[in-house]
């Protein structure tokens, strides 16, 4: 009667067109609207990389003006929320926190239309308003004033100035920002398509995005680079890490950082990310790169002794080292990776909701195989409650 079930956990399966990026994960390539993460990196900046996304192309000077315009004007929370922020208790999860945060902000948009230029302006609303939202629960959480943005810092710099009160060191900030637009996007990961498939049930952009905040928070998505830091805490030095890796993977439990269900070679981003952290270890003193260098090697090969397989670091490998090191604390490093996310998830958004060409998206809607009790082509006898064992 059964069948077994294929397709378990959808890898391979092709469900929607896109045009917003690709991942060859055979050769390690990511593109955002046909450009070259590697080349995005050294050459824009996560305003232009976000507009970008949301738009077919790299945008003119106008386009770009004016979406940094919209961003600007939106770096506040409302009054209302806010005040939400100071109620909850101050052990809240942030990543609970902002995806809560974000369902209040549909509270807030009385417009009706649910149209492409309502929901672009939805999409640069929610772009500038999650960093905001993070920094202050962070200093409220923390018992401090909330900081107003400045108009004469950029997104990155923006949000770490929010964050700490200090105008951040240039360098600092412009590594940020590569952290932030290496994060913008990546396809058909859980989140993202967790926004698509809310998205498909013609609810509003904040029911997505909500949704795609929990989807990331989890610690097989968004939420390894949080479960790095505390093994790299956990490990301390260097030497350590050899036997804490082995010890892991005996008990049989996941190196956090490491393997990705796409990429089976390097992670483009974990490259760069990979050099991030060196430079911040060197200019800080800090031991985290050579730490985090030593977690990769000795996974890649204890597996190989194990499973005879590569495995590579992910983006999340690298990443919380950097985070660290800019001074942001650690269970931020998921909410940061959605202060980023949200350029992609709106332009999925978009895209599911407005597609022009065909195949047009539709509601999401996959089989499942019942493998569950079956009695007969008329279903089990139903035995009254007195009956029952
Ligand atoms: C991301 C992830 C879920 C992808 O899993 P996947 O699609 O099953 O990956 P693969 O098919 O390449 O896994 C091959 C084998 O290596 C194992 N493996 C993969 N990543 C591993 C890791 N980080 N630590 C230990 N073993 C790992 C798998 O369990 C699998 O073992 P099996 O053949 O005995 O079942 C997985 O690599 C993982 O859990 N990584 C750690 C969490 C993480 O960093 N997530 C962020 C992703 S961006």
């Known amino acids: 009667m059964f069948v077994e079930t294929k397709n378990i956990g959808l890898r391979n399966i092709e469900v929607a067109d896109t045009k917003i990026s690709a991942i060859d994960g055979i050769n390690g390539k990511l593109i955002y609207r046909g450009y070259d ?20 192309d790299l945008p003119s000077k106008t386009v770009l003006s004016e979406f940094n315009d919209k961003l600007i004007d939106a770096r ?13 208790p101050k052990t809240a999860n942030p990543m609970d926190v902002l995806q809560s945060s974000v369902a209040v902000l549909a509270a807030y948009d009385n417009e009706k239309l649910d149209d492409r230029p309502t929901n672009y302006n939805r999409a640069v609303n929610l772009i500038s308003k999650l960093p905001i939202i993070v920094a202050c629960w962070d200093r409220i959480r923390n018992g401090k004033e909330t900081i107003l943005p400045s108009k004469d810092l ?14 951040p060191d240039a360098e600092f900030a412009r590594i940020f920002d590569i952290c932030l637009i290496l994060h913008a996007e990546h396809s058909f990961n859980a989140s993202t398509f967790a926004a698509r498939e809310v998205s498909s049930t013609r609810a509003h ?12 928070s989890g610690e097989l998505h968004g939420g390894a680079n949080f479960q790095v830091m505390k093994m790299l805490l ?28 796409v990429y089976k070679t390097f992670d483009p981003r974990a490259e760069v990310l990979r050099e991030l952290s060196r430079r911040l270890s060197e200019k800080t003193g800090e031991p ?57 998830w709106t332009a ?21 195989v019942y493998v569950g009790k079956y009695c007969g082509p008329s279903g089990c006898e139903y035995l009254p409650l007195e009956k029952r064992q």
């Open 205 to 216: 952009m904040y029911a997505a995005v909500s949704a795609a905040i929990g989807a990331l």
């Open 288 to 344: 985290w790169y050579k730490i985090t260098k030593k977690v990769e090697d000795v996974t890649a090969e204890e597996m190989k002794k194990i499973k005879g397989s590569d495995i590579f670091p992910n983006v999340d490998l690298y990443s919380a080292s950097t985070y660290y090191m800019l001074k942001i604390p650690t269970d931020l490093n998921t909410p940061i990776f959605a202060i980023s996310r949200v350029a992609g």
């Open 76 to 88: 506040t929370v409302p009054d209302g929320l806010e005040k939400i922020l100071k109620d909850i």
């Open 348 to 368: 999925h958004i978009i895209e599911e909701k407005f597609a022009e060409a065909a195949p047009k998206p539709m509601l999401y809607r996959p089989k499942a």
């Open 154 to 167: 950029g997104h990155a710099a923006n949000f770490l100035y929010m964050l700490t009160g200090n105008i």
């Open 37 to 56: 993460i590697l080349d995005l990196v050294k050459k824009s900046s996560y305003e232009e990389t976000a507009c970008m996304l949301l738009n077919d």
């Open 234 to 261: 956990d490990i301390k030095t260097e030497d350590k890490v050899e036997s804490w890796i082995k010890e892991r993977l005996a008990e049989d439990k996941k190196i956090m950082g490491m393997g990705h269900a």
